[in-house]
């Protein structure tokens, strides 16, 4: 396995990553373009009503049905028009990490952890965006503006901790109350074994539960 991995690794960095690519440019980018989003949205917000408050939860329980659909289907089962997403995760990221292999090397494998741009479209195009314009037909400006922040803030939330998961054992972010747990679960998910059938929640096993998908870590 150990060989396996690591060959693929090398042939990984050689040929996907190109000389320009900055990990922690890649990283900036990424919460800064999407934090960004959330604060302009935030400054739209006027006299929001408290029954409106309860899109948050709402978006928050809708995305993680989200990620767990997303992850489960096209992630790990070819489909039409979405070869790339099956390729860049099932076909690279799950070869380039191990259940018994977890650990990137330097922040150039940042591209192995965080989605591209162009990736952002199935997610944001697909789910966030038609839902979004639906709310503000149907209902008020605050809850569309919340709908976008929440949805966007949950998008960081995941990038954040699959980028923790994939962090050397001793940096800091493993101290974070309950990130060994979920962190495990998420372990478990690149068995070979698992990783069709588990855990596909990267974020909180909600969805995994609801839906049966849920393997219990041992200690």
Not at 18 to 34: D, E, K, L, Q, R
Not at 68 to 76: A, I, L, S, T, V
Not at 101 to 106: A, G, I, Q, V
Request: hydrophobic fraction near 40%.
């Amino acid at each position: 396995m150990d060989e396996s991995v690591d060959a693929f690794r090398e042939e990984y960095r050689q040929t996907e990553i190109p000389a320009s690519y900055s990990g922690w440019m890649h990283f900036c980018i990424t919460f800064g373009t999407c934090g960004a989003a959330m604060i302009l949205c935030a400054l739209q917000l006027k006299d929001v009503l408290w029954w409106e408050w309860l899109t948050i939860p709402v978006t928050f329980f809708y995305s993680n049905i989200t990620e767990h659909f997303g992850h489960r289907r096209p992630m790990h089962h070819l489909t039409l028009g979405l070869g790339l997403l099956f390729r860049r995760h099932t076909k690279q990221h799950h070869r380039f990490f191990s259940h018994e292999r977890m650990e990137l090397r330097d922040s150039r494998d940042h591209r192995v952890v965080l989605f591209p741009p162009i990736l952002l479209l199935f997610f944001f195009g697909g789910f966030a965006l038609p839902v979004g314009l639906l709310i503000t037909w149907l209902s008020s400006s605050n809850i569309a503006y919340l709908f976008v922040i929440t949805s966007v803030g949950y998008f960081l939330n995941y990038e954040f901790l699959h980028w923790a998961y994939h962090q050397q054992d001793s940096s800091w972010v493993h101290r974070i109350p309950g990130m060994a747990t979920l962190r495990l679960l998420h372990t478990r998910h690149h068995n070979p074994e698992l990783m069709s059938h588990y855990n596909f929640n990267i974020t909180y096993p909600i969805a995994d539960k609801l839906y049966g998908t849920y393997y219990k870590p041992s200690a």
